[in-house]
């Protein structure tokens, strides 16, 4: 079964530095879909960005950035120049593009941003 | 942002009662999903549908059952409420893959505390 496992429960970075988030699937899957979702305390689930895995490029979106390495299984997000409405959970999804249409999704980072 | 709404968005009630919470969709997309939220344990797939009538289980669905009788509307339904049914509950909807329509997209929530 697919797992994705997010081990930093917690992060703090300072305004305008840059940021880095873990996260690590498992897959047997070749195709798939990889999503980075942003909570903040309103507690609605914003996309922050998604990445394709027969894409070997990157996907960007203005301050974030993805690190997409399928043969480790890792996607992590960077979010740089830091600012204080980034400051929220951040959850790492998975999608299969085929078969079930089932999500899965890591336990969630808490990222700190200081003033 | 996609057109999703979830009713009530608060509610509070007693151990045994049955509860229903609503999920309502513009955007006629597919999917439809119902997660619950909890500390610890990130967003965790109660059920799916993947069309009008068709609805699959989640990780979660013991005390829960679903039901769609319209391509815009999905129902969750606690038959008989317990304690451990007190949580945050989100509905998400996607669509067929291509144009983004992998992407899944999330109502504002309904947070439920059962007495």
């Known amino acids: 079964a697919q797992t994705v496992t997010q081990s930093q429960p917690e992060m703090s970075v300072q305004e305008a530095e840059t940021v880095t988030l873990s996260c690590t699937y498992d897959?047997?899957?070749?195709?798939?879909?990889l999503f980075w979702y942003k909570q903040p305390p309103s507690r609605q689930m914003i996309l922050v960005i998604r990445?394709?895995?027969?894409?070997?490029q990157n996907a960007t979106e203005n301050r974030f950035s993805v690190n997409f390495q399928k043969a480790a299984k890792s996607f992590s997000l960077k979010i740089s120049d830091s600012q204080l409405g980034d400051a929220a959970m951040y959850f790492c999804?998975?999608?299969?593009?085929?078969?079930?249409?089932?999500?899965?999704f890591g336990t969630g980072t808490r990222l700190k941003v200081l003033a | 942002d996609a057109g999703i709404t979830q009713s009530p968005r608060h509610k509070v009630t007693e151990t045994g009662t049955p509860v229903t919470l609503r999920c309502h969709q513009t955007?006629?997309?597919?999917?439809m999903y119902w997660y619950r939220q909890d500390p610890g344990h990130g967003l965790r797939l109660i059920h799916y549908?993947?069309?009008?009538?068709?609805?699959d289980k989640g990780e979660v669905s013991d005390g829960y059952s679903v039901s769609r009788s319209k391509t815009e509307d999905f129902l969750l339904t606690l038959e008989s409420a317990t304690s451990s049914q007190t949580s945050v509950y989100f509905c998400?909807?996607?669509?067929?893959?291509?144009?983004?329509?992998?992407?899944?997209?999330f109502g504002p929530g309904t947070r439920l505390l059962v007495l």
């Open positions: 549908s993947y069309g009008v009538k068709d609805t």
């Open positions: 999804a998975y999608r299969a593009t085929s078969g079930t249409y089932k999500y899965i």
């Open positions: 897959t047997s899957e070749s195709d798939y879909y």
């Open positions: 990445q394709e895995a027969y894409k070997q």
């Open positions: 998400a909807i996607s669509d067929v893959a291509g144009e983004r329509g992998e992407t899944q997209y």
């Open positions: 955007e006629n997309h597919r999917y």
